[in-house]
């Protein structure tokens, strides 16, 4: 049976796993050292003690996949924007497990009044592109060679939503 619920600490582990296997892999993190569970608790702790949600989808008693918000910039005046992150474990993806997080995610930043959610993708990902336009996301800028990682330059895109009642159902 599987869930969506708020993350717990104790979920740091599997949390962590998830998303050091795209560090160490790929390109779509942009961080290039793997990350311990205390940081990862750390991390998690951070962002609901924002008032913000981080969200796993549990099957079986496990973490396969997390979506979470953070502050788009510190600026009061950026105070209703967030940017948005979802990751799964990587044998799992295309299932809907995504879309489903993301669902969850952008009714909890609806209900806490957040107005733009800004989803950045490292490019080329078609499958991320896909997720973020599926619930309505806009492409909003394409910024050229920002990241280097693995010994190539990389694209990263920005794309934007708007949290309407029709992208959040």
Same mark, same amino acid.
């Given at each position: ?18 998303? +050091?296997?795209?560090?160490? +892999? ?5 961080? $290039? ?25 549990? $099957? ?22 967030? #940017?948005?992150?979802?990751?799964l474990k990587h044998d799992v993806v295309g299932n809907g497990i995504g879309s489903s997080l993301y669902s969850e995610l952008f009714r909890r930043l609806q209900a806490l009044k957040y107005h733009a959610v800004i989803g950045g993708i490292a490019l080329p990902n078609a499958a991320s592109v896909a997720l973020h #336009?599926?619930?309505?996301? $806009? ?25 309407? $009642?029709?992208?959040?159902?």
């Amino acid at each position: 049976m599987a869930e969506i619920r708020d993350a717990t600490s104790d979920d740091a582990g599997e949390i962590r796993t998830i998303y +050091n296997y795209y560090i160490s +892999n790929t390109v779509i993190s942009f961080e $290039e050292t793997p990350l311990a569970t205390e940081e990862m608790q750390k991390r998690i702790s951070s962002v609901q003690s924002g008032n913000l949600p981080w969200l796993v989808y549990v $099957e079986n008693n496990a973490v396969i996949g997390y979506a979470y918000a953070t502050r788009w910039h510190a600026r009061s005046a950026y105070r209703y924007s967030v #940017e948005c992150s979802v990751y799964l474990k990587h044998d799992v993806v295309g299932n809907g497990i995504g879309s489903s997080l993301y669902s969850e995610l952008f009714r909890r930043l609806q209900a806490l009044k957040y107005h733009a959610v800004i989803g950045g993708i490292a490019l080329p990902n078609a499958a991320s592109v896909a997720l973020h #336009e599926k619930f309505g996301f $806009e492409k909003a800028a394409h910024y050229k060679e920002t990241g280097y990682k693995f010994g190539q330059w990389i694209d990263v895109g920005y794309w934007e939503l708007l949290l309407r $009642e029709e992208n959040v159902t």
